[in-house]
């Protein structure tokens, strides 16, 4: 098993995929940065059933995330050709927890309290 553990954020909403056989899969890119400062993108994805329904909404673009998974890879395989390519590795997560910071921003609420003063 290659386990994995790393931190990073997600430039994009998830995507849900379902494979020919009907199961499902939830796909997301997060962001990591080397030590160099280069940011890349790391491919991971969600197929236990629980993880999809607790992890969903949260899976937003700009927020933080600390993934924990195994690396894993497969052949890409056009499914109208049937044409193979190279080899895509992906990371399967088996926990994911999110700090409470980034996400979306929200539009604030306009505050009723405050009044503007009246002129006499």
């Not at 939830?26 to 992890?55: N, Q, W």
């Not at 673009?61 to 890879?73: D, L, N, P």
């Not at 050709?81 to 979306?104: C, D, L, M, Q, S």
Request: hydrophobic share 30%.
């Amino acid at each position: 098993m290659n386990r994995v553990i790393f931190t990073g954020y997600l430039p994009t909403d998830s995507v849900m995929r379902v494979a020919p056989g009907g199961a499902r899969k939830l796909t997301f890119d997060v962001v990591l940065r080397d030590s160099a400062g280069v940011e890349v993108p790391e491919r991971c994805f969600l197929d236990r059933e629980e993880l999809i329904k607790k992890h969903e909404p949260l899976l937003t673009a700009g927020r933080g995330v600390i993934i924990e998974g195994e690396r894993t890879g497969h052949q890409y395989e056009d499914r109208r050709t049937g044409a193979k390519g190279n080899w895509i590795r992906e990371v399967r997560v088996t926990h994911a927890e999110f700090p409470n910071r980034g996400g979306k921003k929200e539009e604030p609420e306009p505050d009723a309290a405050v009044a503007t003063p009246s002129q006499p």
